[in-house]
């Protein structure tokens, strides 16, 4: 009988310490919390306005941009361009007045902006130019360099470039791009064959 009773105090001495030398179980709890940091930007509209601050603070000239968003990878637009300056005796600063329509191919961006990153851009142009040719004519053989006459110039092109947006929906962009003129001044002398852009713009879209 003593040994019953010996054997049950050994069996519940053990299942005690046994018991006491396991690990306790632990509960963790996980909550998951919704970032929507990146959300407040697709409140942004489809529609951009730019400004190029390289042709307002060189030429000076206005060249303002529209452009309205397709989807994170594409978009269309136009640009406008008016010359202020006097000297128009290079490529550069040669076109007066120009109406540029585009379409973009965005790379490389993330989808919760859209619309951003890398970009390569077909654009055509319509311009009034001062004509080469008659400059240096007159300049040469009647000694006026004033006399200056317009010219319809055509092109087709391209350009590249990257935009950033912040969160705020303000952008920027620097890209460098290149027309070839398709109409019949290029055959002339003194009118370029081609023009480049060039600039770096700021601008909102909304």
């Not at 000297?87 to 790379?107: H, K, T």
Request: net charge negative; proline share 2%.
């Amino acid at each position: 009988m003593k040994s019953i009773f010996f054997s049950i105090a050994c069996l519940f001495l053990f299942s005690t310490l046994s018991a006491q030398g396991e690990p306790e179980e632990k509960v963790i709890k996980v909550e998951i919390v919704k970032d929507t940091s990146f959300e407040a930007v697709d409140t942004f509209g489809n529609n951009e306005f730019r400004v190029n601050l390289f042709d307002l603070l060189v030429l000076p000239g206005f060249h303002g941009y529209y452009e309205r968003i397709i989807d994170e990878n594409s978009s269309y637009g136009t640009g406008l361009f008016i010359n202020f300056s006097d000297n128009l005796s290079s490529d550069i600063v040669q076109r007066r007045f120009a109406i540029s329509p585009y379409y973009r191919l965005y790379f490389l961006n993330r989808r919760d902006y859209g619309a951003k990153g890398l970009f390569v851009e077909l654009f055509g142009s319509f311009a009034s130019a001062k004509d080469m040719y008659d400059d240096y004519f007159y300049d040469v053989v009647y000694d006026d360099f004033d006399d200056r006459d317009n010219i319809f110039r055509f092109s087709v092109g391209a350009t590249i470039g990257r935009k950033w947006i912040t969160r705020s929906g303000y952008t920027f962009e620097p890209f460098i791009g290149v027309g070839r003129y398709l109409d019949s001044h290029s055959s002339t002398g003194g009118n370029p064959e081609a023009h480049l852009r060039l600039g770096f713009s700021i601008g909102k879209r909304y």
